[in-house]
């Protein structure tokens, strides 16, 4: 079997993974030093395997004819042309999960930054002021209500820390999820217009997809409490920047707490940067720890099928279960 372990920030001091130590001993393994794509179609010609954190375009796909796997060292993998994958039988596994308690303490933090106007009065601080920032916007977060869109591993997570932390009553938006399971994370199942309009805070962890692309947009902000706070540390796409923006100049609602953005890296004229009631990190959901831990589940994933094993977080069941290359 050969691999390619396409380099980047998931790929570093990867020589000192002991995974991908294990790993060489059972396959070829390659390290792609870039992303480029002419470099990734030459170098994934008769790859079986690919672990990558960046973007698989659909031409390196189609320059791979013995790829049966494309394994993501990330959560999304939106980066991945996936109706190219599917047609040429190879699957998608990403690393769900592994990053969950990253991602709700960063998204919490956010959340409570902009409840208390934390950098605000910060950055006021500095300058030598007194004066107490937004008060009147000012919230206390125990015990009030958190629209989560989305009960996946994060949003389920989310769910945990926001009932058992802070005692807050929980709304959730998320179509392939029953009441019962809601319930099992004390939330109560809604449509996202009451999630919308009921919720003290509303907080998205969806994948990107043809789904959920804007789903958020100026209607669905709209209905948002004016002391309502928005987050959103999933994919910038799931929201209509523009639209986010508009609602917060006009302070409609109290703020927003963003760890992405629909293009990355921010531009330096992206009106979000003026704004001061908006929490802005340059998509940091997962800390350094987090993304070793994200590589190493990733090469041990690509372990097991080197050893005759089934992947595990197939994203991709339909693929898996229909094409030869894994059907035996």
Not at 137 to 143: K, L, N, S, V
Not at 208 to 224: C, P, Q, S
Not at 281 to 294: A, D
Request: hydrophobic fraction near 40%; proline fraction near 4%; charged fraction near 25%.
């Amino acid at each position: 079997m050969k691999v390619l372990f396409v380099a980047g920030r998931w790929a570093q001091d990867v020589d000192k993974s002991e995974s991908l130590k294990e790993l060489r001993k059972l396959a070829y393994v390659e390290i792609a030093e870039s992303g480029d794509e002419k470099i990734l179609k030459e170098k994934a010609k008769d790859v079986d395997v690919i672990i990558t954190g960046g973007p698989i375009t659909g031409e390196v796909i189609r320059s791979a004819d013995k790829l049966k796997m494309i394994q993501t060292t990330s959560v999304g993998y939106d980066y991945i042309d996936e109706a190219t994958a599917a047609a040429h039988g190879a699957i998608i596994c990403n690393v769900g999960g592994v990053n969950a308690n990253s991602v709700v303490e960063l998204c919490f933090g956010m959340i409570l930054d902009i409840a208390r106007r934390i950098s605000a009065h910060n950055r006021s601080m500095r300058e030598g002021s007194w004066t107490r920032v937004d008060i009147e916007r000012q919230i206390e977060i125990r015990g009030s209500t958190i629209g989560i869109v989305g009960l996946g591993a994060i949003g389920s997570r989310m769910a945990q820390f926001a009932k058992h932390a802070l005692n807050m009553k929980i709304l959730t938006c998320d179509p392939y999820i029953t009441e019962a399971k809601a319930e099992q994370f004390c939330a109560k199942l809604v449509d996202l217009e009451t999630l919308m309009k009921d919720s003290d805070i509303v907080t998205v962890h969806v994948p990107l997809n043809d789904e959920t692309r804007h789903m958020i947009g100026e209607k669905e902000l709209r209905l948002m409490k004016p002391t309502a706070i928005f987050a959103n540390t999933s994919r910038g796409p799931v929201v209509d920047e523009q639209a986010l923006v508009k609602i917060l100049k006009e302070k409609r609602i109290s703020g927003a707490c963003l760890d992405v953005f629909e293009v990355e890296p921010l531009s330096i004229d992206n009106p979000l940067r003026n704004l001061e009631n908006v929490s802005l990190v340059p998509h940091i959901g997962s800390t350094p720890g987090i993304m070793v831990k994200m590589r190493e589940t990733a090469v041990k994933n690509v372990i097991r099928v080197a050893k005759g094993l089934p992947p595990m977080s197939i994203q991709t069941l339909k693929t898996y279960y229909s094409n030869p290359k894994w059907v035996k």
